[in-house]
């Protein structure tokens, strides 16, 4: 009998297919972040403000903090999966999972908007 | 019929979920540390956007983390973020080498495992001289 569980994982293979995809991303952004502050050596406020403020740089810190959240959402999730077999209590922990990611995303936005 | 569907006599497996009598293989550490440092992870977000909000958004408020960065304990937390952030990339590399089937059987696991400690360890050291020294 293949029954759902309500709060599994879709059974989909978005969420495991896009863990990846933003797993390169982030790797990605983790050496441009590194090779800018090699080449700009920032030491003091305003080198440090100049790091982030092209454009591309905020597009670039912006995408990989998106990615960061999402990413965390579904490796969070599947810890909730693997360790809390409750219905109601993993429900609680997924909302409260949600909840942090999108105020941490909200913050993001405050931060590069 | 049903004579030909005899079932195995049932054996007692041993089973080992006594956390102190189970010894790790290498590849089970990169594992288990992959989780947790992923969870430490996301539970220190705010910390960090916290950081990288206050060190942007005035000079004050830079100058004023640079002293915050002095703290003993605010090294420490920070090396162990840092440890953390580069086990997880280093073992997420190698999780995506083994979804797409590269590395999988057991000796190239075990030598990958191997190499996530070799490599994140020494990056970390580096970053915590670089935060202590």
């Known amino acids: ?113 | 019929m049903s004579s030909t569907l005899t079932k195995a006599p049932i054996r007692p497996r041993p089973k080992h979920l006594d956390l102190t009598k189970i010894r790790l293989p290498l590849p089970g550490w990169v594992s288990i540390m992959h989780r947790v440092s992923g969870a430490a992870l996301f539970v220190s977000l705010p910390g960090l956007l916290w950081l990288l909000d206050k060190s942007l958004s005035t000079e004050i408020g830079y100058d004023w983390l640079r002293g915050f960065f002095t703290l003993w304990w605010v090294k420490l937390a920070m090396f162990g973020l840092l440890w953390g952030y580069l086990h997880h990339f280093c073992a997420g590399i190698r999780y995506l080498f083994l979804d797409m089937h590269i590395g999988v059987d057991l000796p190239a696991a075990r030598m990958s495992a191997a190499a996530v400690y070799f490599i994140s360890i020494p990056l970390a050291l580096l970053a915590g001289w670089r935060l202590f020294v």
């Open chain 1, 1 to 113: 009998m293949n029954q759902k569980i309500i709060v599994g994982a879709h059974y989909g293979f978005r969420d495991w297919l896009g863990q990846r995809v933003t797993a390169v991303l982030m790797a990605f952004y983790t050496v441009l972040l590194l090779a800018v502050l090699l080449v700009q050596k920032p030491a003091h406020y305003l080198g440090w403000y100049g790091v982030f403020s092209s454009w591309w740089m905020k597009v670039a810190t912006l995408t990989f903090l998106l990615c960061l959240f999402y990413h965390a959402w579904v490796g969070m999730r599947d810890i909730w999966m693997d360790y809390v077999k409750p219905t109601g209590v993993r429900l609680c922990l997924q909302v409260g999972t949600l909840v942090w990611l999108v105020a941490c995303g909200m913050w993001a936005l405050k931060i590069f908007l």
